[in-house]
């Protein structure tokens, strides 16, 4: 019979790796995916805009039609303009 060339040792450690591979796998998958997440939300909580931002956009580049309509729309914290009634056909969808 011939003697195992493996170290005590090194035979323990493999026989982990090949017991615990599967749930090792997905806490590594588990772990990429919460860092991932609380990156993207960590970016998103930090990108406000600061109150002295001014817009690449000149006036020059966007007719006058366009800025008036942009500077007509509400604000979120604003109140919502009413809705209009619909005239014409109606979607069954809404409700």
């Not at 493999?14 to 990429?32: A, D, P, S, Y």
Request: aromatic fraction near 8%; charged fraction near 15%; proline fraction near 5%.
């Amino acid at each position: 019979m011939k003697k195992s060339v493996h170290a005590p040792s090194s035979r323990s450690l493999r026989g982990f790796f090949h017991r615990f591979h599967t749930t090792m796998f997905i806490l590594l998958v588990l772990g990429g995916l919460v860092y991932a997440t609380m990156s993207l939300a960590s970016l998103l909580n930090d990108a406000s805009i600061g109150g002295d931002y001014q817009s690449p956009i000149t006036a020059g580049s966007i007719d006058q039609s366009t800025l008036d309509r942009i500077n007509a729309l509400h604000t979120s914290d604003g109140v919502l303009p009413t809705e209009q009634p619909q005239t014409g056909r109606s979607n069954p969808f809404i409700e």
